[in-house]
């Protein structure tokens, strides 16, 4: 089942590799729906999760060094959104390994608005400028 759909005419920031990770973590995210979906067992859903924090800051570091290393100014303001997102998912995380199973519908509509939100808004602002730069 698919939670969230990569459009690549709307969500492309023209830079593949940028393009791939983005997709990766839609497809974390689809993977945490489909557990909730199939009533997976807690242990399933929290190592998903577990990959999710992995995987983004893997994502977001590239990001901030093909930003820093090309001197896009807008660096700080995303490295900040990129750390609220860290450490919102792993408030969800631990509220999870709480036993607060209420907390999953309410993890995935943050995860799919943020991430989809912050595609659009930020990374379509460091795209052009690192297209220029010859990075696609």
Known sequence: MIFVRW????????IGEI???HQRLIGIINEV????????NR???????????????TH???EEELMAEHDFPELEPHRNAHQFFVTKVGEFSRKFSMNDDSIIEEMLDFLKEWLLKHIMEMDKRYAPYLNERGIY
Do not use: R
């Open 7 to 14: 459009v690549d005419e709307k969500y492309s920031v023209n």
């Open 19 to 21: 393009n791939q990770q």
């Open 33 to 40: 729906y489909q557990a909730k979906v199939e009533n997976q």
């Open 43 to 57: 242990n399933t859903i929290a190592g998903i999760l577990e990959k999710m924090v992995d995987y983004t800051k």
């Open 60 to 62: 977001f570091q590239t």
